[in-house]
């Protein structure tokens, strides 16, 4: 109704918060209601027992709550609160002295504690204690009234008592159902609130999750597209590199066999150099590649002999360090043991990359030492150069991948420092750095020490019986690039191998195995007309031919690729560039089993 609304809005704001709202027109609903009540009811209870005592106090009361209501239109709300419980207060002391049991005093005082809960909220808990102690405080006045008989109670007869009392435990057994129905109000509206809130949060949670699985889609797609062009760009790369590493290979051992000149042998040394750099570069980047996808190999720990396998890495970067004009020297501590187990290829990616790095910042006529020792319980490799070190707001970004903690004039990709470190940390160590700028920077590689013993190592030994062995193996060789073709047929000659059998496609080198089996199969797993696992199950499934060992030569260095291509049934894979001391120590494996099993 229009007029209930009016009164029970009374002094709202549209601006003011849904609870005090909601406190407000509880205090103008109690307020309004028992203005009208404590009017009514004087008026009877004078026509029942004409008593100025009971009419004059109830047009007063009646004057007090609607000075509530004004207090409210004039926006002073808590006045209002306040003023409210502290006319209920009179009642009880004013009406329980007067009227003594019959006024019902302690259902009006649960009331008043009731709506000071109700109306009162928690920045307000002053004035809500303090309104719930004034009937408390009146409860104990009154008994200490009735014991001691300060004021004496009005005297009824028996007929007006039952009719007070009746009326008077009706009203205030409804003002406590009115607070009942206020609590279960605002328990309705915190539970559609709730509610709404639920169904909201709900929404977001839906719209987020669509969101996020939409951007797990375009990351997934972008870390997809990403790795179709690592892979094909590894493969294009690495077959151009194939071609120049072989031939620099078959330079090398063809200039070791006739008396070459200086400059000839300067320019195939360089030749040589440049095309391992190359290839750490390339490995950098797909190792990294394969780090941030979470997919990096798992350790393989060989035991070897660490100082004859470091002065090897030395000797590989003699011939760069020559032409730098810089001072290459290891130092071994006799501490060191002569035998440890650890991944190789995963030390040799620390090692190079430091030293790669080092090399690339130092000037000619500098030095620069590996050293190796054992500290408290760890097996520790340090490259210390004198190059042009790193500033020391560089040193905690010197990890990251593509930076470069010193001149960017120097040319580097950046992803040196962080191979090294990370693969330190996959071989469960750490790398610490120390630079001055201007005199050079020191890292140290600490990594868990495992000694091992010489019955261990597993090394390869030249072997007599291998070239009658070479010189009467047919060798298949599958390679679609007619480069390729030529450099492995001329390593293979090289090495004594002179039943030598080209095809250029799977269905042709499949077709060439029926006709004349080989002894051994050298495939490309990435061949037209027939791809190599096609013709590696083929194979398989021949009686005449599943024997027959086949290593396979990719450009495409994951790790993935590797593991489905061994799934196929091959024996090993051989990552372009082929190295030429790998493929003979894997032709001697494999031709010496066949030959003496």
Same mark, same amino acid.
């Given at each position: 109704? *229009?007029?209930?609304?009016?009164?029970?809005?009374?002094?709202? @704001?549209?601006?003011?918060?849904?609870?005090?709202?909601?406190?407000?027109?509880?205090?103008?609903?109690?307020?309004?209601?028992?203005?009208?009540?404590?009017?009514?009811?004087?008026?009877?209870?004078?026509?029942?027992?004409? /008593?100025?005592?009971?009419?004059? #106090?109830? &047009?007063?009361?009646?004057? !007090?709550?609607?000075?509530?209501?004004?207090?409210?239109?004039?926006?002073?709300?808590?006045?209002?609160?306040?003023?409210?419980?502290?006319?209920? !207060?009179?009642?009880?002391?004013?009406?329980?002295?007067?009227?003594?049991?019959? !006024?019902?005093?302690?259902?009006?005082?649960?009331?008043?504690?009731?709506?000071?809960?109700?109306?009162?909220?928690?920045?307000?808990?002053?004035?809500?204690?303090?309104?719930?102690?004034?009937?408390?405080?009146?409860?104990?006045?009154?008994?200490?009234?009735?014991?001691?008989?300060?004021?004496?109670?009005?005297?009824?007869? %028996?007929?007006?008592?039952?009719?007070?009392?009746?009326?008077?435990?009706? &009203?205030?057994?409804?003002?406590?159902?009115?607070?009942?129905?206020?609590?279960?109000?605002?328990? +309705?509206?915190?539970?559609?609130?709730?509610?709404?809130?639920?169904?909201?949060?709900?929404?977001?949670?839906?719209?987020?999750?669509?969101?996020?699985?939409?951007?797990?889609?375009?990351?997934?797609?972008?870390?997809?597209?990403?790795?179709?062009?690592?892979?094909?760009?590894? +493969?294009?790369?690495?077959?151009?590199? +194939?071609?120049?590493?072989?031939?620099? =290979?078959?330079?090398?051992?063809?200039?070791?066999?006739?008396?070459?000149?200086? %400059?000839?042998?300067?320019?195939?040394?360089?030749?040589?150099?440049?095309?391992?750099?190359?290839?750490?570069?390339?490995?950098?980047?797909?190792?990294?590649?394969?780090?941030? !996808?979470?997919?990096?190999?798992?350790?393989?720990?060989?035991?070897?002999?660490?100082?004859?396998?470091?002065?090897?890495?030395?000797?590989?970067?003699?011939?760069?360090?020559?032409?730098?004009?810089?001072?290459?020297?290891?130092?071994?501590?006799?501490?060191?043991?002569?035998?440890?187990?650890?991944?190789?290829?995963?030390?040799?990616?620390?090692?190079?990359?430091?030293?790669?790095?080092?090399?690339?910042?130092? *000037? /000619?006529?500098?030095?620069?030492?590996?050293?190796?020792?054992?500290?408290?319980?760890?097996?520790?490799?340090?490259?210390?150069?004198?190059?042009?070190?790193?500033?020391?707001?560089?040193?905690?970004?010197?990890?990251?991948?593509?930076?470069?903690?010193?001149?960017?004039?120097?040319?580097?990709?950046?992803?040196?420092?962080?191979?090294?470190?990370?693969?330190?940390?996959?071989?469960?160590?750490?790398?610490?750095?120390?630079?001055? =700028?201007?005199?050079?920077?020191?890292?140290?590689?600490?990594?868990?020490?495992?000694?091992?013993? @010489?019955?261990?190592?597993?090394?390869?030994?030249?072997?007599?019986?291998?070239?009658?062995?070479?010189?009467?193996?047919?060798?298949?060789?599958?390679?679609?690039?007619?480069?390729?073709?030529?450099?492995?047929?001329?390593?293979?000659?090289?090495?004594?191998?002179? %039943?030598?059998?080209?095809?250029?496609?799977?269905?042709?080198?499949?077709?060439?195995?029926?006709?004349? #089996?080989?002894?051994?199969?050298?495939? %490309?797993?990435?061949?037209?007309?027939? /791809?190599?696992?096609?013709?590696?199950?083929?194979?398989? =499934?021949?009686?005449?031919?599943? +024997?027959?060992?086949?290593?396979?030569?990719? /450009?495409?260095?994951?790790?993935?690729?590797?593991?489905?291509?061994?799934?196929?049934?091959?024996?090993?894979?051989?990552?372009?560039? &082929?190295?030429? @001391?790998?493929?003979?120590?894997?032709?001697?494996?494999?031709?010496?089993?066949?030959?003496?099993?």
């Amino acid at each position: 109704m *229009p007029l209930i609304d009016s009164i029970l809005n009374i002094g709202l @704001a549209g601006h003011q918060k849904d609870e005090t709202t909601e406190q407000s027109r509880v205090v103008n609903a109690i307020a309004s209601l028992t203005a009208v009540l404590v009017l009514v009811y004087g008026i009877v209870f004078y026509l029942v027992w004409p /008593a100025l005592g009971i009419l004059l #106090p109830a &047009v007063g009361l009646c004057v !007090a709550f609607c000075a509530v209501l004004y207090a409210n239109h004039r926006h002073h709300y808590r006045a209002a609160k306040l003023g409210l419980q502290c006319t209920f !207060a009179f009642v009880i002391m004013y009406y329980g002295a007067y009227l003594g049991r019959i !006024a019902n005093t302690q259902l009006l005082a649960v009331f008043m504690v009731s709506l000071s809960l109700l109306i009162f909220s928690w920045e307000e808990r002053l004035l809500c204690i303090i309104s719930i102690l004034l009937p408390l405080t009146g409860l104990v006045l009154l008994e200490m009234n009735e014991y001691y008989g300060w004021i004496a109670p009005l005297q009824l007869g %028996d007929t007006a008592q039952y009719i007070y009392r009746w009326l008077i435990m009706i &009203v205030v057994i409804a003002l406590n159902f009115l607070v009942i129905y206020f609590y279960q109000r605002r328990f +309705h509206r915190l539970l559609a609130s709730v509610k709404q809130q639920r169904e909201t949060l709900a929404e977001m949670v839906k719209e987020r999750t669509m969101e996020l699985q939409n951007t797990v889609s375009q990351l997934n797609r972008s870390n997809a597209s990403k790795t179709v062009f690592l892979q094909e760009t590894s +493969h294009e790369i690495r077959n151009a590199l +194939h071609a120049i590493s072989g031939i620099t =290979q078959l330079l090398r051992h063809a200039q070791a066999q006739r008396q070459a000149s200086a %400059d000839e042998q300067l320019l195939i040394e360089n030749l040589y150099s440049t095309s391992n750099a190359l290839s750490e570069i390339i490995n950098n980047v797909l190792e990294l590649s394969r780090i941030e !996808a979470g997919k990096a190999d798992e350790l393989h720990e060989t035991c070897f002999s660490l100082r004859e396998w470091l002065q090897g890495i030395v000797n590989i970067y003699a011939y760069t360090t020559r032409l730098k004009k810089i001072n290459l020297q290891l130092k071994t501590d006799p501490t060191v043991p002569p035998f440890v187990i650890i991944d190789r290829i995963r030390l040799r990616q620390v090692v190079n990359n430091l030293l790669t790095n080092a090399i690339k910042y130092t *000037p /000619a006529f500098r030095n620069i030492t590996l050293r190796c020792f054992v500290k408290e319980g760890s097996l520790c490799i340090q490259v210390q150069d004198e190059g042009v070190g790193i500033a020391a707001d560089k040193l905690g970004d010197i990890f990251k991948p593509f930076e470069q903690g010193a001149l960017p004039t120097y040319g580097s990709s950046g992803l040196g420092l962080t191979i090294a470190h990370r693969m330190s940390e996959m071989l469960g160590g750490r790398i610490d750095i120390e630079s001055v =700028q201007g005199q050079g920077t020191t890292i140290t590689v600490r990594l868990p020490l495992k000694e091992g013993t @010489a019955a261990l190592v597993e090394e390869f030994t030249p072997d007599l019986r291998m070239q009658p062995v070479l010189q009467d193996a047919r060798i298949l060789i599958m390679e679609d690039d007619p480069l390729n073709q030529v450099i492995m047929r001329r390593m293979l000659q090289q090495m004594g191998v002179r %039943d030598i059998m080209i095809a250029g496609d799977g269905e042709e080198g499949l077709a060439q195995a029926q006709a004349m #089996p080989p002894d051994l199969i050298i495939m %490309d797993m990435q061949m037209p007309r027939m /791809a190599g696992e096609k013709v590696v199950q083929r194979i398989r =499934q021949d009686a005449y031919l599943r +024997h027959i060992p086949i290593l396979a030569t990719s /450009a495409n260095a994951f790790a993935e690729q590797r593991q489905k291509a061994l799934e196929s049934g091959i024996d090993e894979y051989l990552t372009k560039p &082929v190295e030429y @001391a790998t493929l003979y120590q894997l032709l001697k494996k494999h031709l010496l089993e066949t030959a003496y099993s």
